[in-house]
């Protein structure tokens, strides 16, 4: 248990190749691109790359992400001024200062705040619907533990027998750190991860770990509560309760319910 | 790309940000234990007033407005240095932030979830709180939405919406990292939270169009929280807070004292997890300057907090004399008798703190080398968060105190029960800031590897910058 195991599975029809160096993967996607076998590309980088964006979606137009943004704070402003200005029309009684229904700079606010809000949330729903998240079945060939650390991967996909072998031969001139057909691939090679490079210690301490903090902030919360409340009932709350709540050591205000 | 940090790796930036998770030291424990203890007599005060009704709380009628709203304002205007941190100087592109941003959200997040408490805290019956928010009810009782109270349900609930989504969108990619470096129940957990984040192409394109959106969105939102929470009380007619000059007043404030902050959050931090610590082993500090911009959170980080506060903090102090100086241009009796009385008063200490935390002790930041002195930076850190919850009290108490009709005059002094609830919500702050330090990256994994020069086969080839 001292590492983390992966196994290096690529399906039929599927090409993956691993890389150390940032400029290898550049240049064998363009390379791949150039020769029509990049069509059903997937490329995986621990950090967003403006070299790989650029060469994959070199002439595309920017990310559909902002016509949600837009059409969620147009949403969002007439959304905040409708409420205002409803619930005003419909309960008059509702007038502060002999100002009008409908005060624009009154109402200006909370269309403001609700332009934001409803932008932000429609980005958001945009950016999960176009990364396709949340997604627990993203191919296989991308669950690899080492392209969050410090390595790039490339997968073509949808490949004939001939085209996967020609994209190996283009690929295998860029030094990918690994190859791999998924036409050929007998046995799934397993990637481990050594313990040194993991930053923290192995699953088992952590789990154990986040369970004993778990129990330690509850016990710590309930026993001070209780603590703290038991010392109090014995002691202060008692000694007030016996001076009928003196004002002038301004320790406490009678309530309704305490007042005798 | 120009590289910030040209002595690290991909692979050792992961290692390094995550090696203090999961990793509780005794320190660690007892901090959380005093964070904790501080938060139950917190929760046992509000127990104790929610029992026996607001009355325990120390109110001297005419105010009603205490240490509540004053903890209220306070904690809200801490949050802001995160967002101005993490979206505005996001999209200035400054690349210091990329070091302190991560935490300073989390700041965020945590500073308006402990201010959210106070609106329910404050009226008393907390359990009827969700009659703050609008919604269709058989009660025929609508908000009144030209109060500015109402605008503030709306602008802090927007905030911590934004704030929270921003956050959670930049954190991500980190989960991921954590994910594929666990098994068992925890990297089903992560697992989850990284809601299968894989890092394709497709999905980093698309992230970082939204990140942009969100940090613009998130932009206007520094100035607009603390500029609607001044309106609670500029548009009131009570002396000494009906002023023009209370937004930018308010949210220079609030920059200040959250950057002073996330000072006083992240220099311990830095220490204790050697984040501060050069290529050549030696900790960055200001007898040590060249690897300033090679360490994670440093010297670099802490000079640049300073000098926002020495900005901010600058704003402030001319706010101070300015809304002085207009109180006693105006010629109106009442406006410059609140002003005065603030001044020779009862509050006069409040006042006199208030004055020297946040417009004499920063001054020391002046001089390069104490904006490098941890010690230093710690104090005036620690100075100026006293200092700013001064200034609310300064605000709220003595107007309250010294209205319009003399025979109303009081003197306000919080109780048991209301510095209870204000300890309390120092430990909840720092409760939820401890378990975050444990459970996920306090430094961005992504971002921070966005500074570093990436693995170049030209590199190795000896055939310089090809790529």
Redesign the interface.
Known sequence: ?NA?FYENKVQNGSVKAVF?????L?YAIDELKREKLAHE?????????H???HV??KNQS??P??WF?LFGALFGGTMGFS??SI??LN?AM?I??G?PLV?IP??I??T???T??W???F??F???A?????????QIE??D??????KFALVLNSLKKSEAAKAMEIIQK??PLNLTNGYEQEKPEKIV?PLE???????????D??AK?GI??TV??V???F???AY?DYTLAEELSSKDYNYSQ?????????VK | MASAQPNL???QV??????P????TLVY?AL??VA??A???G??CE??QL?????????QPPVFWGVYITTFVFWIGIGHAGTLISAVLFLFRSKWRTGVYRAAEAMTIFGVMTAGLFPAIHVGRAWNAYWLF?YPNQR?L??????PL??DV??V??YF??SA??FY?GVI?DI??I?????????KIY??LS????????????????YG??AA?AT??VL?VHS?VSWDFAMAQTMGWHSTLFPPYFVAGAIFSGCAMVITLLLPMSVIFGWDIGPDGKRATHKHDKYQKDVYIGVWHFDSLAKMCLLTGGILTYAYGVEHYIAWYSDNVYEWGIFHYRIFGEYDWVFFMMCFCNCIAPLVWWVRAWRRNYVVLMIVSILINVGMWFERYNIIASSLAHQYDPGSWTLY?P???EMGILVGSFGWFF?WSL?FI??MPSVAI??I??LVR?????D?DGEGE??
């Open positions: 248990m983390v150390s160096h940032l400029d290898s550049v590309i997937v490329v995986t980088t621990p950090l967003p790359r070299d790989v964006e994959i979606y920017p990310s992400v902002r943004t409420l205002c619930t005003h309960w509702i502060p200062a100002k005060s009154a109402f606010v909370i403001f705040e609700s934001v809000l932008g932000c949330l980005t958001l945009g950016l999960l176009m990364c396709r998240l949340p997604a627990s079945d993203l991308v669950q533990p080492r392209l969050s650390d410090d860029h030094h991860i490079d993991r930053g923290f210690e192995p699953d088992e301490t952590n789990t770990m986040l903090l330690a902030v710590l919360v026993a001070t509560v603590g703290v409340r109090f301004k320790a406490i205000a009678p309530s309704y319910r305490t | 790796t991909y692979g992961t290692k390094d940000i995550l090696k998770m999961f990793n509780p424990w959380l234990g904790v203890a938060t139950g007599w929760g046992y127990y104790y029992t026996r009704g607001l009355g325990a709380a120390g109110y609008p025929q609508w908000q009144n939405f030209k109060s109402m605008w709306f602008a609930s927007t919406s934004v989504i921003f969108i990619p991921a990292a994910r594929d470096r666990t098994r068992g129940a925890i990297n697992g989850a809601l299968g984040w894989r890092g394709t192409d497709r999905q980093w394109r698309h992230y970082m169009a939204a959106f969100f969105f206007p939102l607009s609607v002094t109780n048991w029960v409760l378990l444990q459970i992504a971002e590897k966005e990436p693995p170049l086969k030209s190795e090809a790529a």
